[in-house]
């Protein structure tokens, strides 16, 4: 099997009045034809991870290989083979119409006219933004803006393409488009990758063959959403309501051994992932002992968002 | 408003204006941006009059005129471009112009406050560029002979004329666009053209004398002339020589009041219609 | 069509469509430059000057026009593209930076050459200026030879501010008046003497603008060398701009890679 990412050992460190280490030792591979997600807090390491990936960015140390070529001494053999778009970018020229930008970044990658005007015009098409072809980019909103911008990764036909968060900040219905388009560009040819990062979880677990869970430059876990669910097995799930009570439910159960806690609402509903059931105890003397009373608690199925929170010790937000 | 609270605005917007200009990563480039760019402007019409007077000895009046109408025209130049990177900076680029909107602060006082530091390193680049013309280039000015009253009056007068014209252009500011940055140069250059800072009126055709004529600052360059150089080498030359310094100086006061006036017209114009078409807070880069 | 060539002209568009799009800049781009060119003919009427001096100002005033932009659109170009999160998109792509680079200054030098004619053209009525062009061949190789020179330095430049942001900015508005003053804009430049105009000759507009001159008024252009002379510097000053451009470009990406620097803003 041919690997389209092989991360070892990978290390970023930025130096400046104080260096911030923004990946640490990672391990990685991605193999050709999956659609691989990055799941992580802000400031995790995800958008360091691309910009070494798509040749922005160099490593301090370790390797990655792209494609089979070396990030470091290989560049220009990738980036003839990948693309990038981050979501919230804003690219382009202002006074150029939505067609003539996405023209224009197609020459970039050498695409001949009459090819480059028929994928755009499909992709146009499948973003539902057919409508805005000949808009200024200045004229146009945020979410249509966000769509052109995937329509730039998409019209150089990438066999590798990183998504950075791209429904940042979108609408459900843009969202949903985004993602069907997504999950049916990598199934519909074998030799299609795909690297996705996002914050989102439910994204992740929808979309991803794969997801690795990145926090503070590190991996944590590795593997299909439904293996990381299933290492939870040994540990529960609880949703907890309470009423509310000083200090916070949240920081009162997150004191307790073997009990890793995310809000859910505040002040009122909690999620509880407790590594040993018999903890549940502990969890409600923490409540009750503080003057607080327990209105329900439930246990409830395992979610990657579970996982996540043992991993990380808390939640997305 | 009170007095009072004017003055506070004031000194708080000159100290804030001192803090962006003098704001550099590097003091160097910012001492060679601030003072090289208007004195090689000023060297580049000493090389233009050498190369056909072939020295200063050959006509120093003529020099003397010029020389120092460049110099000063500095004030004038700087300051428009102050008050119009003022509107700019704070509404794209610190994006606090709407804040200071709607706080209760006069803005034009706002503004006149924030150019203060414009006038002091003007100042410093002119009193560089004089010397620099009287030790090397052979600038004909004697400081003991100078008519010290005349030219205060003369540079109270201009400069409020000045700040009268930088706040109209902030005005005008408040309505366009980041790319017509070209409209402090493009009335700067008018003003250039037209005001005898360089060459005598009469060379002008007449409509452009005229309008000249109208204009305070063509009143402000003259008698700041005649009051370095009393006597009549610059009645001489400026084509203003049938009108006594007094006249002059009279000239100079209606035709600033006007200026004042128009001016205040300009600016409220401009604010009502920048707060009905919501361009306060635009941003025009991206 | 080979990458770079398409690569180029996709860069190339903007700028000409920029041009044709927003005339209004482009009307206040002449109008500009004329009043500048105006105060200075009449100076030299003033001075009671030759009548070719007030050709040397509208020749001078219509190429700043390529200067400003050198300045403004090639050299701080990258800094601000960096600002605005092209830079990078740039750079992910496969295309060569020099083909880039060429397609900016090839669209640059349409919008400003629309400028430098129309303010040339009107210099010429309005002031009544007159010019005899004689050797017709030469003058445009001496044209065509700066204009690459002076994008040439200015590709360097851009690869240079890269990574120099502020500084791009503020060096680009140090170049103006002090570069019409030692490259002689609007008089000849052998005035500043031997050795000024001399060093002044690193920058190509200086021999490129004395050539022009020399090939325009003849004898009272007082020019400082030959113009064969002045074209081969020319072209060695444009073949030596390019190439370091080249290596500032991969010396600059590399180190804008290690240090993380290609991308200042928050994504
Ligand atoms: N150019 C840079 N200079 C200094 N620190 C940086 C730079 N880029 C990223 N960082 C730091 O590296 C860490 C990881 O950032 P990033 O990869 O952007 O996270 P994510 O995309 O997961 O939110 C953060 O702490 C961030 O502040
Ligand atoms: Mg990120």
């Known amino acids: 099997m041919a690997y389209a990412l092989e991360v070892s050992a990978l290390s970023r460190a930025f130096t400046g009045k104080q260096t911030v280490v923004a990946l640490e030792n990672v391990d990685l591979k991605v193999k050709e034809g999956e659609l691989f997600g990055l799941l992580g807090p802000n400031g995790a390491g995800k958008t360091t991870l691309i910009k070494i990936l798509s040749t ?6 370790g390797t990655a290989k792209v494609l089979g070529y070396d990030v470091d001494g290989e560049a220009s053999k990738i980036r003839p083979l990948i693309n990038m778009v981050s979501g919230g970018e804003t690219s382009g020229y202002g006074l150029l119409t939505v067609r003539e930008n996405l023209w224009m970044f197609s020459q970039f990658y050498g695409v001949p006219g009459s090819v480059a005007r028929e994928r755009i015009d499909g992709l146009l098409k499948a973003f539902g933004l057919e409508d805005k072809a000949n808009a200024k980019v200045r004229t146009i909103s945020t979410g249509q803006r966000q769509r052109m911008n995937i329509i730039r990764g998409f019209v150089t036909d990438p066999k590798l393409i990183f998504l950075d968060e791209p429904t940042l900040g979108l609408d459900v219905t843009t969202s949903r488009t985004i993602r069907e388009y997504i999950r049916d560009w990598v199934r519909a040819r074998d030799d299609r990758t795909l690297l996705l990062t996002t914050h989102y979880m439910r994204e992740a677990e929808e979309l991803c063959d794969r997801v690795a869970i990145i926090d503070r430059g590190t991996i944590l876990a590795c593997g299909p959403p439904a293996e990381l669910k299933r290492r939870m097995n040994h540990a529960s799930t609880f949703v907890m309501d309470t009423t509310s009570f000083d200090p916070a439910p949240l920081s009162a159960v997150r004191g307790v051994k073997g009990v890793s806690a995310d809000e859910i609402e505040s002040g ?26 327990i209105v329900s608690l439930n246990k409830v199925e395992a979610t990657l968002e579970d996982a996540f929170i043992e991993m990380v010790g808390r939640g997305l937000g | 408003m009170a007095v009072s609270a ?3 605005t004031f000194r708080h917007a000159a100290w804030l204006g001192w803090q962006m200009e003098s704001n550099w990563t590097r003091p160097w480039l910012f001492m060679i941006y601030s003072i090289a760019r208007p004195i090689a402007a000023t060297l580049i019409l000493v090389v233009m009059f050498l190369v056909v007077k072939q020295g200063v000895a050959n006509d120093p009046a003529m020099f003397a005129f010029t020389y120092l109408g460049s110099v000063f025209f ?5 300051v428009m471009m102050g008050a119009t990177m003022v509107i700019m900076e704070d509404r794209e680029h610190y994006q606090t112009l709407k804040q200071l909107y709607i706080a209760p602060i006069s803005i034009r006082v706002y503004i006149i406050g924030r150019a203060m530091s414009k006038l002091l390193l003007t100042s410093v680049s002119v009193v560089i560029s004089i010397a620099f013309g009287i030790l090397v280039l052979g600038l004909p000015l004697d400081l003991g002979t100078v008519d010290w009253p005349l030219f205060a009056a003369a540079m109270a007068l201009g400069i409020s004329c000045i700040l009268a014209i930088g706040i109209a252009l902030a005005g005008i500011t408040f309505l366009t666009a980041k790319h017509s940055s070209g409209i402090n140069e493009g009335i700067g250059g008018a003003f250039y053209l037209l005001c005898g800072t360089l060459f005598p009126l009469t060379v002008l055709p007449s409509w452009a004398q005229a309008v000249g004529m109208a204009i305070p600052l063509t009143y402000w360059l003259e008698l700041v002339r005649r009051s370095l150089y009393p006597g ?11 009108l006594g310094s007094g006249t002059i100086m009279l000239y100079l006061v209606v035709s600033t009041l006007a200026f004042l006036a128009a001016s205040t017209l300009i600016f409220r114009y401009a604010d009502r219609r920048a707060r009905r078409a919501g361009k306060v807070d635009m941003t025009t880069s991206y | 069509m ?4 398409r690569a180029a002209v996709g860069r190339a568009y903007p700028r000409v469509i920029g041009a044709l799009r927003e005339p209004s800049w482009t009307f206040f781009d002449v109008l500009l430059p004329l009043l500048g060119i105006a105060a200075y003919i009449y100076y030299y009427r003033a001075l009671g000057a030759a009548s070719s001096f007030e050709g040397f100002v509208v020749l001078g005033g219509a190429m700043t026009a390529f200067w400003l932009n050198v300045l403004w659109g090639m050299a701080s170009q990258f800094y601000w593209e960096k600002e605005i999160g092209n830079l990078q ?3 992910v792509s496969p295309m060569s930076r020099m083909a880039l680079l060429a397609g900016m200054a090839l669209g640059g030098m349409f919008s400003a050459g629309v400028r430098a004619l129309s303010t040339l053209f009107l210099g010429l009525i309005i002031f009544d200026v007159h010019m005899t062009v004689e050797e017709p061949l030469f003058l445009a190789a001496v044209f065509l030879v700066t204009l690459i020179a002076i994008y040439g330095m200015g590709m360097m430049f851009a690869s240079l501010f890269m990574l120099y942001g502020r500084d791009a900015w503020n060096i680009s508005n140090l170049l103006q008046e002090p570069i019409y003053l030692v490259s002689g804009f609007y008089f000849p430049v052998r005035a500043l003497g031997p050795w000024v105009s001399a060093a002044a000759s690193i920058i190509p507009i200086t021999l490129g603008l004395d050539a022009m001159r020399q090939l325009l008024f003849g004898e009272q252009a007082l020019g400082l060398l030959p113009v064969a002379t002045e074209l081969v510097i020319l072209c060695v000053l444009a073949v030596a701009f390019l190439v370091l451009a080249r290596y500032a470009l991969r010396y600059m990406e590399r180190l804008g890679r290690k240090e993380g620097r290609l991308t200042l803003r928050w994504q």
């Open chain 3, 2 to 5: 080979p990458l770079n060539l």
């Open chain 3, 89 to 91: 998109l740039f750079l």
């Open chain 2, 232 to 242: 009549s080498a610059m009645e001489a030359i400026s084509g203003l020589g049938a």
């Open chain 1, 268 to 293: 009122k509903r909690v999620r509880l992932v407790l590594e040993d059931e018999s903890a549940i105890s502990d969890v409600i003397s923490a409540v009750v002992s503080r003057g607080g009373r």
């Open chain 2, 6 to 8: 004017h003055l506070r």
């Open chain 2, 74 to 78: 500095m004030f004038v130049a700087q």
């Open chain 1, 56 to 61: 922005l960015l160099l490593p301090t140390s």
